[in-house]
């Protein structure tokens, strides 16, 4: 059986769990915060989450995870098998990850977590959220689904990383970033209410307090 390492609070987790839940596939979770401890790092090389088990080893580093179920699982494709329209797909996640995700993430600790993130930081990582939001609003055809008219790889980015940002923009700069994209906006919203990510996030809060608990370990 596939084993999935990490915890309900990681976004990335969660993006590897909601399209193992899509395909139907069988899978056990193993509760895995990860860090640079020898046995961590025998499973995940850089410490990070989330990790799959399969037959062979291990399976690290999400969309080669997404990726992997995509090439060896059966179910709902998540990937188109046309080359451009897959090409299309991965770029919108890449394009959420690298430009929306990663200046959302800068701000985490603030907007989450109670602590002081650098005004310089902040103000960095606005100016990036604005750009990425932008050249998601030109590329995102959001018709009804972010790449076209079937769920895929790039609703599961958009779903668990631009919903983190849109409140990093709200708790730290009160800015609305979905103001101008009310199909993305409604998109988010239908997305938030499906079953999936309805259990999804009942994880993700009843696994909250362990690991906020974690996080004052190490501070």
Known sequence: MLKLYGFSVSNYYNMVKHALLEKGLAFEEVAFYAGQSPEALAISPRGKVPVLEVEQ???NETSVILQYLEDTQAGPALLPKAPFERAQVLALAKEIELYIELPARACFAEA??????PDAIKEKAKGELLLGIASLGRHGKFAPYVAGD????ADLY???????????GKKLFELDLLAELPAARALLERLQETPIAQRINA???AGMPA???MIASRK
């Open 150 to 153: 079937s769920l895929s790889i």
């Open 158 to 168: 958009f779903l668990y990383s631009v919903s983190l940002a849109c409140a990093v």
């Open 203 to 205: 994880d993700k809060e």
């Open 211 to 213: 690991f906020l608990a």
């Open 112 to 117: 989450f977590f109670g602590m002081s993130v």
């Open 57 to 59: 080893g291990f399976v």
